[in-house]
Structure formats: structure tokens, C-alpha cells
């Protein structure tokens, strides 16, 4: 199947390194030819992205703050100066402060609840707005949510809320952009070690209940994340719009855990 994504060329956001889930995503886009540029935040973040992008053969980096239109104003107006258009997005941002991610919801701060949903959500408005403009013939928008959106997941917090607003604006995005030929979709994979993921309170508990009780017994791993992704970027996912792929081991679908582990 090699080759899906030949002549395509895309912006990931969001890679932190090589256990990031964006990283999953963008290394499988290059190995079916896909053309890669990569945005990062930060001197120190730029440092770990730089020999990743090099090993799929991208010397494209933009340092971006999503809060900040001149930041994303001038990313975006460098990947009109190179491309001139675009066929695809990967947003892989998200942030709370690590310190409300863990107790009770209900002390969530209004602060860190603004900050929070701004950078989860508001973002990908943001940058799909300004994808958009450089997808004449249409192209794929991808996001990354998790289950802690529709069902309590300890310590996920103000995320959850975060999340449930990124599902919603994928929707609304879908619609949207659906005349312009832009399809618009999240993914939601389970628990996994990233660096994100380190930040949430009681993450290894999580990580192994789901790995034990999901119907695949495993959690998902970066391939077959960056596999989905392939999938609704390429022309296969033409007709895929406004959905929430899930990719966790099927572990959404329990209503309570297996019956060795109750």
C-alpha cells in the first residue's frame, strides 16, 4: 500500500517526541510519501522535533504559540510562501495545567479552565480556519480527543470538558467545510505513554486497566494510530466527515470490566 499519500503535503502540529502521538501519525504519513511540515513551541521543543523531521526527510519547522494570531499568521503565511496549498492538517495540541489534573473537577480554576480550553479546542478552530484557505481542491483535517470527553475518566478533569468541546467543533468544522471538499475528523485512542498522557494523575493505573479489560486486551499503539490517520488523509477516507475514530482496543464499547478483573 505504499505510496497513499504521494504528492500530498501537510502540517502536523503537536510533536513533543518520538513517543508522541503526532510523531505515530507523521511517520506513517511519510512512509506512504506524504511531503511533512512540522510546528513545535519553544527553543527546547524545536531541539527534539528537528531529528525527527530530518528522518522523514523534512527540513520544514515553525515555531507556533496557538494563542497568538501573529504566531499562527505567520505559520501559516511560510506554508503559503513554500506550497502555496496544502492537503491535510494533523492538530495534536492540547494543555491543562498538571495541577488541576488531579482531585475533583469541581475546584477547577477559571483561569485554567479558559487557558485549557483555548489551546484543546479553540486552536483547531483557529488553524482550520487558516487550512482552509490553502485547500482549493479540498483535503483532511484531523484532531486528537479521548474518551474522557463522554464518559468520567479519573483525574482527566477540565480535559474532558476540553475534549467534549473539540468533538463538538469537529462537527461544526465538518459542516462547515464539507462544500469546500474538506473533511473534518477526530481520533481517539486510548490510554497511551506519551508525554501528555504522563501529565494526567494516576496515568499507569489507567494504562493498565484499559490494556487489561479493553476486548483486544492492548491498549493502541502509535502504528496503528498514524495508520487511521493515513486512512482519513488519504482519498480512502473521501467520504469520512464529522466522525470520532475510535482507536482503543475496542475498550469504548464495555459497560463494566472483564469478569476476571470485577
Not at 463538538?168 to 506519551?194: E, F
Amino acid at each position: 500500500m505504499a505510496g497513499l499519500m504521494a504528492g500530498k503535503r501537510g502540517l502536523v502540529m503537536g510533536v513533543a517526541n518520538e513517543r508522541s502521538i503526532a510523531w505515530g501519525i507523521a511517520s506513517a504519513l511519510a512512509t506512504e510519501g506524504a511531503e511533512l511540515a512540522f510546528s513545535y513551541q519553544g527553543e527546547a521543543f524545536g531541539k527534539r522535533v528537528e531529528p525527527l523531521a530530518a528522518s522523514v526527510g523534512s527540513d520544514f519547522l515553525v515555531d507556533v504559540d496557538v494563542t497568538n494570531d501573529d504566531s499562527l499568521d505567520a505559520c501559516f503565511g511560510a506554508l503559503k510562501d513554500r506550497w502555496g496549498t496544502m492537503d491535510f492538517l494533523v492538530h495534536a495540541i492540547a494543555f491543562s495545567d498538571k495541577n488541576e489534573l488531579t482531585g475533583r473537577f469541581i475546584n477547577t480554576s477559571r483561569g485554567n479552565f479558559k487557558h485549557s480550553l483555548d489551546i484543546s479546542c479553540f486552536s483547531f478552530i483557529d488553524v482550520a480556519r487558516r487550512a482552509a484557505e490553502m485547500m482549493p481542491n479540498g483535503g483532511s483535517l484531523i484532531t486528537l480527543t479521548f474518551q474522557g470527553s463522554n464518559r468520567v475518566t479519573p483525574n482527566y478533569n477540565v480535559m474532558g470538558v476540553a475534549k467534549a468541546a473539540l468533538e463538538s467543533a469537529t462537527r461544526y468544522l465538518a459542516n462547515d467545510l464539507g462544500p469546500q471538499g474538506i473533511r473534518v475528523n477526530a481520533i481517539s485512542p486510548g490510554p497511551m505513554k506519551t508525554l501528555a498522557g504522563a501529565a494526567i494523575g494516576g496515568a499507569r493505573a489507567t494504562y493498565r486497566h484499559t490494556e487489561q479489560n479493553a476486548p483486544l486486551r492492548s491498549n493502541a499503539t502509535l502504528e496503528s494510530v498514524g495508520g487511521t490517520a493515513v486512512w482519513l488523509c488519504s482519498d480512502y477516507g473521501a467520504f469520512t466527515t464529522g466522525e470520532v475514530v475510535r482507536v482503543d482496543g475496542g475498550f469504548h464499547v464495555l459497560g463494566m470490566p472483564q469478569a476476571e478483573n470485577l
